[in-house]
C-alpha cells in the first residue's frame, strides 16, 4: 500500500477533528434545548398552580346577602351536617338584663330571670361542599343540656344592643338583604355566622342540633332533601 504524502496525512486528521467538533457541538445542542423545555414545563406548573389558588380564593368568603362574619370566644367543637360545618364557640357569661318567656308549669316561676347568668354562643357555619340554595331558614343551630328537663327549647333573650356588645351577630341575614323568591346560596367554602344565648349551666354537656333544608328555583322548601347533623360538648 501506498503511503500517503505527509501534506495529505495531516488534511485527512485535520477533517477528523472537525467532525469531532461538529459531533460535540450537535450533543451541546440538545442539551439545552432540553433544559429550555425543562424551564418552560416548570413555568408552566407554576402558572397552574397560581391560577388553581386564585380560583381557590374567589370561591372563598361570604354570601352578599350574610351579615358579616364574626368569631369571638373559644371554640367548644364543630358539629357536621352533610357538607355544611359549624364551628361552635363559647363568648362570654353576663347577666341577663330581663326575663325570658317560658315559665315552670309546677313552680310558676320563670325559667330565666333577670339577673341570670346567660351564655353567648356563636356558630360559625361554613359550605364545605357544593352551592347549595337555603330558604330564609338559612341553617338552624340548636342546643340543650343533656339534663334539660323541659320539653321545650331552652329560655334565650332578644337584646340587639347585647349582641352587638358580646360582637355575635343575632341573625345570619343581613338586613334589607330579603330576596323574592327566597333563596339564599352559601356557595362551596362560603361562611357566616350568628349566635345565641342560653341561660347558664357551668360545666354542663349539651347537645347542638344543626339542620338545613334546600329549596327549589321559587324559594319553596324540598323536605325529602332535609339534612341533620348533631354533636356533643361541654360548657366551660
Not at 500517503?4 to 460535540?24: D, E, H, N, V
Not at 351564655?119 to 330564609?136: E, H, K, Q, R, Y
Not at 332578644?158 to 356557595?187: C, H, Q, R
Request: a negative charge; charged letters at 30%.
Amino acid at each position: 500500500m501506498t503511503a500517503l504524502p505527509k501534506f495529505a496525512r495531516r488534511a485527512a486528521a485535520l477533517g477528523a477533528s472537525t467532525t469531532l467538533i461538529f459531533g460535540l457541538a450537535a450533543c451541546g445542542g440538545g442539551s439545552d434545548e432540553a433544559a429550555t423545555d425543562k424551564k418552560d414545563t416548570e413555568k408552566s406548573d407554576s402558572s397552574n398552580e397560581t391560577e388553581a389558588e386564585e380560583e381557590t380564593e374567589q370561591e372563598a368568603g361570604e354570601p352578599d346577602w350574610a351579615n358579616p362574619v364574626t368569631e369571638p370566644g373559644e371554640k367548644l367543637t364543630t358539629v357536621e351536617a352533610g357538607d355544611v360545618k359549624v364551628d361552635v364557640y363559647q363568648v362570654d357569661v353576663v347577666e341577663s338584663p330581663k326575663a325570658g318567656s317560658l315559665m315552670d308549669k309546677e313552680t310558676k316561676e320563670l325559667i330565666l330571670d333577670e339577673g341570670d347568668d346567660i351564655v353567648f354562643l356563636n356558630f360559625v357555619i361554613t359550605n364545605t361542599g357544593d352551592p347549595v340554595d337555603l330558604g330564609s331558614s338559612l341553617v338552624q343551630v340548636d342546643g340543650k343540656y343533656k339534663d334539660w328537663k323541659y320539653l321545650g327549647g331552652m329560655p334565650s333573650i332578644s337584646d340587639s344592643a347585647l349582641f352587638e356588645e358580646m360582637e355575635v351577630n343575632s341573625g345570619g341575614l343581613e338586613p334589607g338583604k330579603n330576596t323574592d323568591p327566597t333563596i339564599y346560596t352559601l356557595g362551596t367554602n362560603e361562611t357566616f355566622s350568628y349566635g345565641e344565648n342560653y341561660l347558664y349551666q357551668k360545666g354542663s354537656d349539651i347537645t347542638f342540633t344543626v339542620d338545613y333544608t334546600p329549596v327549589d328555583d321559587q324559594g319553596e322548601l324540598i323536605h325529602d332533601d332535609k339534612v341533620e347533623g348533631e354533636g356533643d360538648t361541654k360548657l366551660k
